[in-house]
């Protein structure tokens, strides 16, 4: 959907603002008639907002609490509030249908708001995202020392979903389609971002500096040895450039960075030598088995082919359709599923993502550029400049 409504960030205006519920992305059993336009009390939009309103950078983030990608982005963004006064956090609510629990952990987001305690709320609910039954709000509420009558009431009479509707509303306006969804004075970042890669769009935005000039920040200090021995590969071993990446074969943001890893090997068919290391997230309950499917079809000699497959059909990665993308790459069907029934490769994957913790991954994807950490998301075109930069660091100057 093309964007139709401009973001306005000053951070100045965000108290003047009294918006309009607009009931066009509304769940259902919506509490209030629709038809009669519920206006934002302005102490709604400072209980969730956060740093100083005269900061110069704005960030505005579409979130859901029932998200593992929101509750990462989440943790960055409480870190980078607490190591600079630079930035204006703005928080509005995007549960996604397709989360039972979120929009009523919404609503008690902003029953404890109306009582002064979002943040504390906010925090506790990302920390305990498998747990957002009523029952467990009630409790929250309770360990938060809220006025749990009120609490209860508001819960009950659907009070604050009105402000969901239409930050949902303006979700849609802009085109928003994923959670988290970041505006950086403007600038669209859609998926978690890591702290560096946030970071550096932040001191862009600070320095007033066009992002055409900017590159996403690299983990500084010395290169990180990554133990790569019995990694995938592509590219000559030779190559000046080492690119690492810790994937998860059900994580959409993997999935997008895909086709550019292809993209960047294709552009430097000598320079690059990739390696793939497998980081299945916690809540991703199909992925341990993909990744220990991509081993046993890379057992046979196809790694990359399956590794294409299960990236093209991330809805489709239970133990039937693995092995019916086994028969479709015209694998040794018996081999196979003894390797997947038997966990063969389970330690391997284990083994990577032991490595991971031990490199500080903080979700993925999660890239290394010679031997530097780079979180979140990045650009075909931020990466060719990462790269540019990395050979001209790895070539020798000229004898004069």
């Given at each position: ?197 946030l970071g550096a769009v932040v001191a862009s935005a600070v320095a ?115 092995i019916a993308k086994a028969a479709q790459l015209k694998l040794d ?68």
């Open positions: 959907m093309p964007i139709t409504t401009q973001l306005v960030v000053k951070s100045r205006l965000v108290f003047a603002v009294v918006a309009s519920f607009v009931s066009t992305n509304a769940p259902a059993q919506i509490s209030k008639s629709e038809s009669q336009p519920i206006p934002v009390p302005a102490i709604m939009l400072a209980a969730t907002s956060e740093g100083p309103p005269e900061a110069p950078v704005a960030i505005v983030v579409f979130s859901d609490f029932e998200s593992f990608p929101c509750s990462r982005s989440a943790s960055v963004l409480t870190g980078l509030l607490g190591q600079t006064t630079n930035i204006r956090l703005i928080f509005k609510h995007a549960p996604a249908m397709t989360n039972p629990n979120a929009l009523l952990a919404h609503e008690a987001a902003l029953a404890a708001a109306a009582q002064g305690k979002f943040w504390e709320m906010h925090d506790v609910l990302f920390e305990n995202q498998s747990r957002l039954s009523r029952a467990d709000l009630l409790k929250y509420a309770r360990d938060l020392n809220l006025n749990l009558p009120v609490f209860q009431q508001a819960l009950d009479n659907h009070t604050y979903r009105p402000i969901i509707e239409r930050d949902l509303a303006e979700a849609k306006g802009l085109g928003v389609t994923a959670t988290p969804t970041l505006f950086v004075n403007g600038r669209r970042l859609v998926g978690p971002q890591g702290y560096a890669s007033g500096i066009p992002k055409s000039q900017t590159l996403p920040e690299v983990a500084a200090g010395p290169a990180q040895a990554i133990n790569l021995e019995h990694a995938p590969a592509k590219g000559l071993a030779s190559a000046p450039v080492s690119l690492v990446e810790f994937s998860d074969f059900e994580c959409p943001y993997c999935a997008q960075a895909a086709p550019i890893v292809q993209h960047l090997l294709a552009a430097y068919p000598t320079k690059i030598h990739f390696a793939f290391m497998h980081y299945p997230l916690p809540m991703h309950k199909e992925s341990p088995a993909a990744h220990e499917a991509a081993l046993a079809a890379g057992a046979q000699g196809k790694f990359w082919e399956m590794h294409d497959l299960l990236f093209a059909s991330q809805d489709k990665l239970t133990r039937n359709d693995l069907l018996p081999r196979f599923t003894k390797d997947l029934d038997s966990h063969r490769f389970k330690a391997a994957v284990e083994s990577d993502r032991q490595e991971g913790n031990r490199l500080g991954i903080d979700g993925t994807p999660f890239f290394f550029i010679n031997g530097h950490g780079i979180s979140g998301a990045v650009s075909l075109a931020d990466f060719k400049r990462l790269i540019d930069a990395a050979l001209k660091e790895a070539t020798p100057p000229k004898a004069k």
